[in-house]
């Protein structure tokens, strides 16, 4: 449904994702210890319905953003990958492969991810707004798709600094998809591939650096 013009639209980022996990705890039956409720990666994206690549896109990133945050980031790199592709290829409802598809997350880790980082999503929320709509959908977010895999490729890699800033800028995009913002869209690619980029050319000066020393130049 769409709002009435004026109204503020930003909210239903954050509904949406506590509604969802709220949904998620009432149904889901893997897990009956009370408070230890975790859900496969298949139900998560299926709980998420129509809006599946926006809000699991958004969904799985968020624990890429908190620092020092660890084994959450490590079960969502694949998917969010695998997530980012299928955008890229035009599908128009998400599928992981099996493997990835039986990974459990903890929902009361992804709702505390979800509370930490609303008043954050809430400043992004407050600035969305439909603006170059056409990157949101068709070959726009085909395109969006294809350069998202660079950012969440660098989540994969267990080394300091590669998952943070490049989570934060696919969360961002992600809203921006959500909230038919090319804007978001692009301010969080960019952000995404500066850091990568950084990444590739002061870890290519270090290597150049340490090949000097061992060939005494």
Not at 5 to 18: D, F, H, K, M, N
Not at 104 to 117: E, W
Request: glycine residues 12%; contains cysteine; neutral net charge.
């Amino acid at each position: 449904m769409t709002p009435p013009e004026g109204s503020v639209s930003a909210p239903r980022v954050t509904v949406l994702l506590s509604n969802v996990l709220d949904r998620v705890s009432l149904s889901d039956g893997e897990n009956d210890k009370a408070g230890d409720e975790k859900i496969s990666l298949s139900g998560l994206i299926h709980a998420l319905e129509e809006r599946a690549f926006g809000l699991g896109l958004l969904i799985l990133a968020l624990p890429c953003c908190i620092p020092f945050l660890y084994g959450i980031p490590q079960i969502v790199a694949l998917p969010m990958l695998a997530l980012a592709a299928q955008l890229a290829l035009g599908r128009h409802e998400p599928w992981l492969p099996r493997s990835l598809a039986a990974r459990q997350v903890p929902v009361k880790g992804l709702k505390n991810v979800v509370g930490r980082t609303r008043k954050y999503l809430g400043f992004l929320e407050r600035l969305a707004a439909p603006r170059l709509t056409f990157l949101s959908s068709g070959m726009g977010a085909r395109i969006v798709g294809a350069v998202m895999l660079i950012p969440t490729a660098s989540i994969l890699v267990p080394l300091p600094s590669t998952n943070t800033i490049p989570g934060i800028g696919v969360a961002i995009a992600s809203v921006g998809l959500l909230e038919r913002d090319g804007l978001l869209i692009l301010g969080g690619l960019f952000l995404g591939l500066l850091w990568v980029g950084g990444l590739v050319f002061l870890g290519g000066e270090v290597v150049s650096a340490i090949l000097g020393l061992v060939s005494g130049d």
